[in-house]
């Protein structure tokens, strides 16, 4: 063989050798579903776009406790038929107990309960005397009707959170695993320089 060729060749082998990871990293980039878990980190369903609101927007009045909840992240607790049952005091107890997991970043996130009817039970009542850390918003149905409209496939328990801007951007599930709300938040702390 001719040492042109042989030159030739070698300078093809040297050119692959440094273009296939960079056409590697291209083909994976715009594939990523070929990679093993490629599913998303978050334990909650990702709203997309996220919504902008206001938490004012879905209550019946102005009240002091909303100023406390102003450039904060918000989860909110969801009642949509005014009784507050058995499923619903644990999902309650469940956003205390995500306060306690979140230990030095529990400041960062305010637990909120949009409470459609008083919730005029003993069991309720004495839930909400014992959690100072809740803040209960009264809405009416014309409130619900609103938010349902802006998300969609929501159902009484579901909880809401809100990014330090007002963004509604995850739902969870009523009976949802606080360690997973707890991991989503602490990757969304880490990224938020806000809240």
Same mark, same amino acid.
């Given at each position: 063989?001719? #040492? ?27 594939? &990523? ?23 004012? !927007? ?11 909840? *102003? ?5 909110? +607790? ?17 956003? +205390? ?37 809740? #803040?209960?918003?009264?809405? #009416?149905?014309? +409130?619900? #009707? *609103?938010? *349902? ?6 159902? !009484? ?20 695993? &606080? ?17």
């Amino acid at each position: 063989m001719k #040492t042109l060729t042989k030159n030739r060749l070698k300078l093809i082998f040297i050119t692959t050798l440094f273009a296939l990871p960079v056409l590697t990293a291209w083909f994976v980039y715009q594939n &990523p579903q070929l990679i093993e878990g490629s599913k998303t980190k978050n334990y909650g369903q990702l709203i997309r776009p996220a919504i902008p609101s206001q938490i004012k !927007d879905f209550v019946n009045r102005p009240t002091e406790e909303l100023e406390k909840l *102003k450039g904060r992240w918000v989860i909110a +607790h969801l009642d949509f038929d005014g009784s507050c049952d058995n499923g619903c005091i644990e999902s309650v107890k469940l956003l +205390h107990q995500l306060n306690v997991l979140l230990n030095k970043d529990s400041d960062r996130l305010k637990r909120v309960f949009f409470d459609s009817a008083g919730s005029d039970s003993e069991a309720v009542q004495a839930l909400f005397a014992e959690d100072a850390g809740l #803040t209960v918003l009264p809405w #009416t149905a014309e +409130h619900i #009707t *609103k938010l *349902k409209a802006l998300i969609g496939e929501l159902n !009484d328990g579901d909880m809401i959170l809100l990014d330090p801007l007002g963004n509604i951007m995850m739902k969870y599930q009523q009976q949802a695993d &606080p360690y997973g709300i707890q991991k989503d938040l602490k990757l969304l702390f880490k990224a938020s320089q806000i809240g």
